[in-house]
């Protein structure tokens, strides 16, 4: 089964950038999606098809994807961004796959 | 605006039944694939199953396989899932999303399911 793998926690001080990384075998070959949960809160998808931003998504958010990581980047952070970050992709044998997630933390 | 509005869920025994409901509106229900995704209290998101546009394909993940059962109406625009021989490890919040393949925009709010004696 296709796994991908979050690094569980990733902390930035604010107005720094915050670089969450979502690792899978030949993960570039794939679109990758991108949701942003808050507590108590329903998944908010931030970044879809590796790069794009849906409406209403700043600009802050962008996202890459190459060979075995996709990364998703936020620039100058804020403590509103303060949540749990989930990649999400598809593929032919294990259907629809989340990682494990990644806690924000802004100091 | 879209809205998905999951109902049905509760507190059962091991072993029991559940039926979820998921009541679209705002978009043009047949025209897109649905799924299901669970989250587990304090734990991460797992998908759980996905129907297509018709309702002729359906998609499990391993986990639910051969216990769970995603249908569709599109005259009512609502998405189920039926759960049957209800486990412990089932016990979590249970939401409605739009889309299959590509990326999910909506989501709704989710349903609590507790599996417990």
């Known amino acids: 089964s296709y796994v991908l793998t979050q690094p569980p926690s990733v902390s930035v001080a604010p107005g720094q950038t915050a670089r969450i990384t979502c690792g899978g075998t030949n993960i570039g070959s794939k679109s990758v999606h991108w949701y942003q949960q808050k507590p108590g809160q329903a998944p908010v998808l931030v970044v879809y098809d590796d790069s794009d931003r849906p409406s209403g998504i700043p600009e802050r958010f962008s996202g890459s994807n190459s060979g075995n990581t996709a990364t998703l980047t936020i620039s100058r952070v804020e403590a509103g961004d303060e949540a749990d970050y989930y990649c999400?992709?598809?593929?032919?044998?294990?259907?629809?796959?989340f990682g494990g997630g990644t806690k924000l933390t802004v100091l | 605006e879209v809205q998905l509005l999951e109902s049905g869920g509760g507190l059962v025994q091991p072993g029991g039944s559940l039926r979820l409901s998921c009541a679209a509106s705002g978009l043009t229900f047949s025209s897109y694939a649905m799924s299901w995704v669970r989250q587990a209290p304090g734990k991460g998101l797992e998908w759980v199953s996905s129907i297509s546009r018709g309702g002729g394909g359906t998609y499990y993940a391993d986990s639910v396989k051969g216990r769970f059962t995603i249908s569709r109406d599109n005259s009512k625009n609502t998405l189920y899932l039926q759960m049957n021989s209800l486990r412990a490890e089932d016990t979590a919040l249970y939401y409605c999303?739009?889309?299959?393949?590509?990326?999910?925009?909506?989501w709704g709010q989710g349903t609590l399911v507790t599996v417990s004696s």
């Open positions: 999400q992709v598809w593929d032919s044998t294990s259907d629809v796959v």
């Open positions: 999303a739009k889309g299959y393949s590509s990326s999910w925009l909506y």
